[in-house]
């Protein structure tokens, strides 16, 4: 394991360094920058002990004996605050920046959380679907568009490109229903409409028949049929 003045040295001399080595010695670097111990680093990076198999991956990165997929490059680099192309060699500079490797971490770990909510959350929709839709009437497909609302609702401050397809699609069907509900509207005012139409001309029919009856009938009877309910004859 080399030191952080003798990996410099090194690099100094050898301009041309095998690149694995090349790599190993600036993760080293930088993790003696940070103030991490190679155990530290094995847990935080793969979430193991120093007592596993895996205990002496760090130090033959680190040596040169291998090289980092792209995942455990990535993790490094975020853990150690430092960008990928001076790791790999293309910048001279390490430039560190602690708070970009916060922020790394911490988007990584909300990440991972939206996933697993995310899947969740489809898991639950996708049930509450099963047991409404196809075997329930009509009419209870606006409870599943309620549950789905307050299913959104609950989990609006981490959205995710599933939450927001399922948004999209509810507010599909309350457009949907919208318009449904605004097309049985205007069909009760037109059947209102023409119902009072229908009463009108009936009316008029009734008052009219009983002009001419009152102009047939002698003026004694016309009062007899007053009484007798007359303008209820058609």
């Known amino acids: 394991m080399y030191s952080l003045e003798e ?5 100094k001399k050898q301009p041309h360094v095998d690149r694995k080595v090349l790599i190993g010695r600036r993760l080293a670097k930088a993790r003696i920058l940070v103030k991490l111990s190679q155990a530290e ?3 935080r990076v793969f ?14 990165i680190e040596n040169g004996h291998k090289i980092p997929d792209a995942e455990i490059l990535q993790k490094l680099c975020l853990l150690y605050g430092v960008s990928a192309d001076w790791v790999l060699g293309f910048t001279i500079e390490p430039e560190f920046d602690n708070n970009s490797s916060r922020v790394g971490l911490l988007l ?7 996933a ?7 898991q639950t929709v996708a049930q509450v679907s099963a047991n409404y839709i196809g075997q ?10 309620d549950r789905a609302k307050i299913l959104i609702a609950h989990h609006q401050g981490e959205i995710t490109d599933d939450i927001a397809n399922l948004m999209a699609c509810v507010r599909e069907c309350e457009v949907l229903l919208a318009r ?6 205007k069909q009760l005012d037109h059947m209102a409409e023409r119902d009072t139409k229908a009463w009108q001309e009936i009316l008029m029919l009734d008052v009219l028949q009983v002009e001419q009856k009152r102009k ?5 009877l016309r009062n007899l049929d007053l009484f007798s309910g007359g303008f209820n004859e058609r």
């Not at 990996?7 to 690099?11: H, L, P």
């Not at 009509?138 to 409870?143: D, N, Q, T």
């Not at 449904?180 to 509207?185: A, F, I, N, T, V």
């Not at 047939?216 to 004694?220: E, N, Q, V």
């Open 108 to 114: 990584n770990g909300v990440h991972e959380i939206t």
């Open 7 to 11: 990996s410099k040295s090194i690099e």
């Open 216 to 220: 047939i009938l002698p003026p004694t």
């Open 116 to 122: 697993t909510m995310v899947q969740q959350i489809s």
């Open 180 to 185: 449904e509900q605004q097309g049985h509207y």
């Open 136 to 145: 329930l009437p009509k009419s209870c497909y606006l409870e599943l568009l």
């Open 41 to 43: 680093v094995m847990s």
């Open 47 to 60: 979430s193991v002990s120093t007592s596993t198999k895996r205990a002496n991956r760090i130090s033959e």
